[in-house]
């Protein structure tokens, strides 16, 4: 992977100028605004559904007889994105981003009819993996249309128009979504939403036909998939399916998977991630090994917070959740603030402090275990925790666009994908296991059970989490390549 000279801010991924009426106007300027309201219609989209599945999951899972499979409905959704997010690289190098994204909104449309008409539970799997591979498809196909259709200067700004997708589905969501499941039934929710794809897909394909379609070098000969890395692909996905299922049982035999799937994630993660990403190499390895430290360490954190608020403080499930509603403005916020123009100089230490923020926040939401520490506490560490995400999440996106030539642009938005839900499931695997160790029950991809837990149990989490997030803070200070700036 090569590092790119630095460019002016008005020259795209592929080093030249962007249109003048490109330059004069804004990501809803008249140039943009047909494919910024697509493609920020589809993420809106996305985010509904990952905050309404979660409510109706559970009545699902009772319906269809299937609560000991309950966590294999999310893991099988992640484990398909991975293979998913390495195709969609390959196929937008090599042919364009049009295809991909097109596809995986089908994928992941044809993916929620099917749970939503399952008979079965195993069913309602089948359809969470359809529905996870084109997911992976989508979100790296996107990232591609990004890097493609805008130039340098207005990419933090569809970055944070993308992290604004989720301040009202987070706090909508669930709540729509309950009325939803309560009044009509839990499948409504599942067959309702690939009703609303057909708008997005109307206003964003023809606006990425005439914008970011083809190959990066239209006079390059078409090069076929490389099948070592669809090889490895299926080495990822396979192996981040076994270690989550290891990590659900402390048992001996859950040693076997988690061996198996260790011998497959290794390399795997190695040839599908930068060179010089795990000794943080300066510039593109350290943007994704930073992708991967700040997300892991905030969705393993994250998934255990409303559990210790309800075991510990005797909180409901309802105002446990909704402890964390604010952390989606505050990211909107901190994603708004790092696309500020007047911050361009100071990007670097933005994203260093964010991850300060991040560790802080972390490392203070468990002494809410403390009787004498108002349970809001929470609620305002995590604000600050999801404001220092947003300047660091937007940021790491906005850095691999600069930092990626044209023609490495969808194998590196995969690695930067591949990076943040390898982290996650490594990370909750290490949790959930420290965390059933020492009296607590097991964790799934999203979500946790227990009976009669320790607070030493959530320390376990809590603390390590943050030493992750300090880990990322010192990264932060590598995200600038040899030659390069970071404005």
């Not at 999801?386 to 660091?392: A, I, Q, S």
Request: hydrophobic share 55%; with cysteine.
């Amino acid at each position: 992977m090569t590092a790119l000279k630095p460019r002016d801010a008005d020259v795209d991924a592929a080093g030249i100028s962007a249109p003048p009426e490109a330059q004069g106007g804004g990501v809803l300027g008249r140039t943009h605004r047909a494919l910024t309201i697509g493609i920020v219609s589809v993420v809106l989209l996305i985010a509904f559904e990952a905050t309404a599945v979660g409510t109706a999951m559970p009545v699902a899972a009772r319906e269809l007889h299937g609560v000991p499979l309950y966590a294999f409905a999310f893991s099988s959704y992640f484990t398909t994105s991975l293979f998913g997010m390495v195709v969609a690289g390959q196929w937008a190098d090599r042919r364009g981003p049009l295809g991909g994204l097109a596809v995986g909104i089908g994928a992941f449309a044809a993916g929620l009819l099917v749970s939503g008409t399952a008979s079965s539970m195993w069913l309602f799997i089948l359809g969470r993996a359809v529905q996870g591979l084109g997911g992976g498809l989508v979100i790296v196909a996107l990232y591609v249309v990004v890097g493609r259709a805008y130039p340098e200067r207005l990419r933090p700004s569809i970055m944070a128009a993308f992290a604004a997708s989720w301040v009202v589905p987070s706090v909508v969501g669930p709540l729509a979504a309950g009325t939803i499941t309560e009044h009509l039934g839990w499948r409504w929710v599942f067959i309702g939403i690939p009703v609303l794809v057909v708008l997005p897909l109307a206003i964003a394909l023809p606006a990425i036909r005439r914008m970011a379609s083809g190959p990066a070098d239209p006079q390059a000969p078409v090069e076929p998939f490389d099948r070592r890395q669809i090889g490895l692909a299926l080495g990822i996905s396979v192996g981040a399916g076994l270690l989550q299922y290891a990590g659900q049982e402390l048992r001996w035999l859950s040693l076997l998977p988690a061996a198996a799937g260790v011998a497959l994630l290794v390399p795997a993660v190695r040839g599908l991630l930068p060179r010089g990403t795990y000794r943080a190499a300066r510039g593109l390895p350290s943007v994704v090994l930073l992708r991967g430290l700040s997300a892991g360490s905030f969705i393993a954190a994250e998934s255990f917070v409303p559990l210790m608020l309800v075991s510990e403080r005797g909180l409901s499930p309802t105002m446990a959740g909704l402890s964390l509603a604010v952390g989606g403005a505050s990211w909107a916020l901190g994603s708004y603030a790092q696309a500020r123009p007047r911050f361009e100089p100071y990007r670097e230490r933005l994203t260093v402090l964010g991850m300060l923020m991040a560790a802080a926040s972390i490392a203070t939401v468990p002494s809410v275990m403390i009787d004498a520490v108002p349970v809001w506490i929470v609620a305002a560490a995590w604000t600050v925790c999801c404001f220092g995400m947003g300047l660091v999440i937007s940021q790491t996106s906005v850095l691999l666009l600069k930092l990626s030539p044209p023609e490495e642009a969808g194998a590196n938005s995969a690695a930067l994908q591949i990076s943040d839900g390898f982290s996650n499931v490594v990370l909750l695997a290490a949790g959930g296991a420290a965390f059933a160790a020492l009296g607590g029950g097991a964790v799934g991809a999203t979500h946790v059970s227990t009976s009669g837990s320790h607070p030493a149990a959530f320390a376990a989490v809590f603390l390590p989490m943050a030493a992750v997030a300090l880990v990322g803070a010192w990264v932060a200070t590598r995200l600038k390549a040899p030659g390069t700036s970071m404005a």
